[in-house]
């Protein structure tokens, strides 16, 4: 757990770069990076609502029967975090599958959890599973989450070299009606793009932390388990109310590839503001939690904005979604189908 750490990392040590579109096409190549790098498509699947359970998909989401009731599962896994805080580590685990399913419509329900690789007679890996399986109460706790299923496997093995522990959860969930289901895409040109929740001088245990600058030791992210069950409400409720056009929880490569993620399904692009108080960077590619990010239509913003102001949740108006361009703090950093992805991704494969 980094016990010979003898500096702790603080985001003072990493120079903030003055080229942020060359941070961009580097991270591009990194394979964590789904739904945007050579390992996979350029985004997910096409999800028709009124085809769900029709086909396979990535969504998460299925129907079992003639009911038309819809479901979703999601399955979220972790060793490098573990590593570090395992109590801290788990919390954040079950976090980022309440965001996702929330941000579908769905209504998180029950929980499994299943740690592997742990070496049953050494006593750090015992309070490793110890603090996880607090780690993990809490959050389900906090959430209102059932569990259904909690196992712990020693099948660690030194004779195949170490394999680290890792925590694996899956959260299940259902959603009341197709007309409640909400995808993680933008819809057209002009939407507004909002950011839920307060951004922080963060880029712990980030993607650009962690592959770009390859500082491999590091604090957990920004994260407190009591604002996520504030927003996981507020954000329940917005979609409930109609309020947004799309939700996605800021996640793995930051909010650049959070928007990223939601551009590419319909060749759309996006012009955001970055916040002057916050180091660029850690803006755009920090993963601190707490972070949710909405497109919404003009004539529904002032009630959206209205309705977080009211219940004191910090809210930023980003910019917009635009035709195709990605324009950060009036830069332009291509187009999404002439080379933002598709130049990168030619050059990475050589």
């Not at 319909?266 to 660029?280: K, V, Y």
């Not at 755009?284 to 707490?290: R, V």
């Not at 959206?304 to 950060?328: A, C, N, Q, S, W």
Request: aromatic share 10%; glycine share 6%; charged share 25%.
């Amino acid at each position: 757990m980094n016990e010979n750490h003898t500096q702790p990392f603080t985001i003072d040590q990493i120079a903030e770069p003055e080229d942020i579109q060359g941070v961009i096409y580097s991270m591009l190549a990194i394979p964590h990076l789904s739904t945007v790098n050579i390992f996979n498509d350029y985004a997910a699947p096409e999800l028709d609502p009124s085809q769900v359970g029709d086909n396979g998909d990535d969504s998460g989401i299925f129907q079992l029967d003639e009911d038309e009731k819809l479901y979703s599962l999601t399955i979220y896994a972790d060793h490098k975090r573990l590593a570090v805080d395992p109590f801290g580590a788990a919390q954040i685990l079950v976090t980022k599958a309440v965001r996702r399913l929330i941000c579908y419509g769905a209504e998180p329900v029950s929980i499994s959890s299943f740690m592997n690789h742990v070496e049953f007679a050494n006593p750090i890996a015992q309070e490793m599973v110890m603090a996880a399986r607090l780690g993990l109460d809490a959050a389900a706790k906090s959430f209102g989450l059932k569990f259904s299923q909690r196992k712990l496997h020693y099948d660690y093995s030194e004779d195949g070299g170490f394999v680290p522990p890792t925590l694996i959860i899956s959260l299940f969930g259902k959603l009341k009606s197709r007309d409640r289901l909400l995808l993680p895409k933008f819809r057209k040109k002009s939407d507004n793009l909002l950011l839920v929740g307060r951004s922080q001088n963060d880029i712990n245990a980030s993607e650009y932390l962690d592959s770009y600058h390859e500082v491999k030791e590091w604090p957990l992210m920004k994260f407190s388990l009591s604002t996520e069950t504030k927003l996981m409400e507020i954000m329940k409720e917005v979609i409930k109310q109609d309020l947004v056009i799309s939700a996605s929880p800021v996640g793995i490569g930051g909010l650049f590839f959070s928007l990223l993620r939601n551009a590419l399904p319909n060749d759309l692009g996006f012009d955001i503001t970055t916040d002057a108080e916050i180091r660029t960077d850690a803006f755009l590619f920090g993963e601190s939690m707490g972070r949710y990010v909405v497109s919404v239509s003009k004539e529904k913003e002032d009630d959206f904005v209205d309705y977080l102001f009211d219940r004191k949740i910090p809210v930023m108006t980003l910019g917009h979604v635009t035709k195709g361009e990605i324009r950060i703090d009036d830069q332009s950093m291509g187009f999404v189908d002439k080379g933002l992805v598709s130049e990168t991704l030619d050059d990475s494969d050589e």
